[in-house]
């Protein structure tokens, strides 16, 4: 019982006018930047991070909350309307909600996916609100060698099994390890790496690494991709949502619930996954298998709830252990410890009060999601029509002036520059960006714990795996690695499929979006974004 008084309190903090109003402004936020062509929620979060910089920790993570649920709603916008996913999460929201849209149905799609996105994110933020506080108390038990074992468990999975190789996720990781150590040592006092240069002496801000990697080298990316043509919209036809819709959506709706949020607690488990694993379940499942490829309702429906119920199961590790799943966790563990909040076991104790107004707040997102996005959706197709230059440039400007406003420094900004410039080569040659995040984060927490654990035992190196927790861990490590391959090809094999259907329903003229159906399969195994997670 104690649990349900914490998430009531959170609810009195959480509905108080002032904090209601930053949940607004961040779900008005989130899908306004969600919604744009190629921008997917991890971008979203790490554009608009500065911007809670200067309210009190409550406000900014309330206003957090709804911007990574609003990012979330924004992308199935644009892949139903433009068949442009922001995100390899919103793959098979494109194939089919694109499809309901050409044949006068995008309405139907529209609100299939807000309901799913309604239904699931509310259902799983149950399961997170029963779930997370069991799993804090359990971890209050680890030691320092249980630490490095999560690490090194997250380090291999998110690198194994995000990117279109293993070798490009471990060097992606790699320059996330490298950028972490960069600075002081807290320890020693020498300097590492930091050529002399008095501005890498505190080393490199985890915003601005957010901030280049995401804004700024995603940016760059999709302005080179979609650089030419205006935006083909699909007009917003047809009835919103029939009472036979609703008979065919909504046991997806839940089957999509139930595979999206534990998935979204596995490291690296990525919403892609069960977004694939829930399409793959309504083609065996449903009574309208012939409507598959050509715009079936529940390809649209279960997917998209997977999606957001996978949102709130990424935010049971780092809320109780501190590891993100995936980029869009990760940059939400940016936001943590830009507060000098460090999220594990104590965080349910030592801030309780925030945490659960956090949580509180996700319910009052999803609601509010419902309730403003349905009825604003022709302002979202306005947005989605500002010219290009402006749309790219504009991103660029808002990054520049938020990193800005973090330090005022100007050297920030010749390093948000360089790593968006670093961001935007590694997704040009098939790098992920997620496993570079990740080691950035979590790299100092790992060396802090190594070092505790060597001090500890004196030195002796089996420390690290003599712990019965530990060992487990390293035992999942490499079941991880023979499951991740397992998992590559059955995803490979379902690619193939959704290619086959999406070229079988194809007309002549061939798709006018500016990501066709022909490179859905191929984004899928390159994409190096959750979020979401």
């Known amino acids: 019982m104690g649990d349900v008084g914490a998430l009531l309190a959170g609810f009195e903090t959480a509905l108080q006018p002032q904090y209601l109003l930053f949940a607004v402004i961040g779900v008005l936020l989130g899908t306004a930047v969600g919604v744009l062509p190629g921008i997917g929620p991890a ?135 490298f950028i972490s150590v960069i600075g002081t040592d807290s320890l020693t006092g020498q300097q590492r790496f930091t050529l002399g240069l008095p501005t890498l002496g505190d080393g490199i801000d985890i915003v601005i690494v957010a901030v280049g990697f995401f804004a700024v080298g995603e940016a760059l990316h999709v302005a080179s991709r979609l650089r030419r043509g205006p935006i083909p919209l699909v007009p917003i036809t047809g009835k919103w949502f029939t009472k036979q819709d609703f008979r065919r959506s909504w046991k997806p709706w839940l089957r999509g619930t139930v595979i999206g949020f534990p998935i979204g607690t596995i490291p690296a488990g990525g919403a892609e996954l069960g977004t694939f694993l829930s399409y793959a379940t309504e083609r065996k499942l449903s009574q309208h298998k012939e409507q598959f490829g ?31 799943t995936g980029a869009t966790a990760a940059i939400m563990l940016a936001a943590f410890q830009s507060y000098g909040i460090q999220p594990g076991p104590t965080l349910f104790t030592e801030q309780s009060d925030l945490v659960w107004a956090l949580i509180a707040s996700l319910y009052i997102g999803n609601v509010l999601l419902l309730v403003l996005n349905l009825p604003l959706v022709g ?51 098939g790098f992920p960006v997620a496993p570079a995040i990740v080691g950035l984060i979590l790299g100092p927490i790992a ?56 070229q079988a329903s194809t007309t002549p003229g061939g798709p006018t979006a500016p990501v066709d159906d022909s490179r859905l399969a191929s984004t899928a195994r390159a994409s190096s974004k959750e979020d979401g997670q």
């Open 447 to 502: 060396e802090e714990q190594l070092r505790r654990t060597l001090a500890i035992s004196q030195g002796d190196p089996t420390a690290l795996v003599t712990s019965p927790f530990a060992a487990v861990v390293y035992c999942l490590v490499v079941v991880a690695f023979v499951g991740s391959q397992w998992l590559k090809r059955r995803q490979a094999r379902l690619d193939a499929a959704v290619f086959a259907v999406a």
């Open 379 to 429: 302002v979202w197709v306005k947005v989605l029509r500002l010219p290009r230059p402006y749309l790219y440039a504009g991103i660029l400007t808002f990054a520049a002036l938020g990193v800005y406003a973090v330090g005022a420094s100007v050297e920030d900004l010749v390093l948000l520059f360089i790593l968006g410039g670093i961001g935007w080569a590694m997704r040009s040659f």
């Open 43 to 177: 971008m979203t979060l790490a554009l608009l991070l500065p911007l809670t910089y200067s309210l009190d920790p409550t406000a900014a993570f309330i206003m957090f909350a709804g911007i990574y649920y609003g990012g979330m709603y924004g992308g199935s916008t644009t892949s139903i309307l433009l068949n442009t996913p922001g995100e390899s999460a919103s793959i098979i929201t494109a194939l089919e909600g694109n499809k309901m849209a050409k044949a006068g149905r995008g309405a139907a799609a529209l609100a299939t996916a807000a309901l799913g996105s309604f239904v699931a994110g509310t259902i799983a933020t149950v399961a997170l609100s029963l779930v997370a506080p069991t799993v804090a108390k359990l971890a209050v038990q680890l030691g320092p060698p249980d630490y490095v074992a999560l690490a090194v468990l997250a380090f291999l999975t998110v690198a194994a099994m995000l990117g279109s190789s293993p070798a490009r996720g471990i060097s992606s990781l790699a320059l996330g390890l």
């Open 294 to 324: 050509h715009g079936a309702i529940e390809g649209v429906a279960g997917p998209e709830a997977a999606n957001n119920a996978s949102a709130a199961g990424v935010l049971v590790p780092l809320l109780t252990l501190g590891l993100p």
